[in-house]
């Protein structure tokens, strides 16, 4: 059963995290953005709850506080910790809502792990904690991505070699992250239909680009 009221509870702790966070309030679009992410990852962590017979509450949970590390301003190595960052901050918010400590251990685990499959602490690589990661990743390609990444590689820039060049190297990547593993049938479905979402939509742009030059003659 889905506890909305644990949810809610830990939906404040992680607003009112990002409220007192100075970095994030200097930087507003910051903000916005990864709480949107945020809550991205939770509804396909939810998704891949349902359907692996995950406890759909704690995995909200762990993928809602996943991130919460970026109340912090990120020092050296900053980046790359923030996965157990967010674990510790997260640890003494779950004892409080009352969650046994083997559920707090595997919630926080997931946290831990999910940008370098790493921890501080002892914890299995259980299909539930793995799945917090699992669900970060596909968050990373969505239509909004694809704007996104088109915008901060400044295509629209590019000269028609360099546009040529780019698509090819980006196809050629996607069909390479296609065949990571997950750690779920559901999650290795959701991840592969979102590769060929991305690969459909590059090679239809190689595809206009192509006809953007020459004229294009058959046989």
């Not at 891949?48 to 995950?54: L, N, R, S, Y």
């Not at 912090?72 to 967010?86: A, L, M, T, V, Y």
């Not at 640890?91 to 400590?101: A, I, N, T, V």
């Amino acid at each position: 059963m889905f506890d909305h009221e644990l949810v809610t509870k830990t939906e404040e702790f992680l607003n009112q995290k990002f409220e007192d966070a100075i970095f994030l309030n200097e930087h507003p679009e910051a903000k916005a953005y990864r709480l949107e992410h945020t809550y991205r990852v939770a509804n396909i962590g939810r998704e891949i709850a349902v359907k692996e017979g995950f406890d759909e509450t704690e995995m909200v949970i762990a993928c809602l506080l996943h991130d919460v590390a970026y109340c912090e301003e990120f020092g050296e190595d900053g980046w790359k910790e923030h996965g157990r960052h967010s674990a510790q901050i997260a640890r003494p918010f779950l004892k409080g809502l009352g969650l046994p400590e083997n559920r707090i251990n595997d919630i926080c685990y997931g946290i831990a792990v999910h940008v370098d499959e790493k921890a501080d602490f002892p914890g299995e690589n259980t299909p539930f904690a793995l799945s917090v990661g699992d669900a970060d990743n596909i968050d990373r390609f969505d239509a909004y991505r694809i704007h996104e990444t088109l915008n901060h590689d400044s295509f629209l820039q590019m000269t028609y070699e360099e546009k040529t060049d780019y698509l090819e190297k980006r196809l050629s990547r996607l069909r390479e992250l296609r065949a990571l593993p997950f750690s779920t049938k559901t999650a290795d479905a959701l991840w592969k239909s979102r590769l060929d979402f991305y690969i459909v939509f590059f090679q239809k742009l190689a595809d206009q680009l192509e006809r953007s030059k020459n004229v294009i003659v058959n046989g």
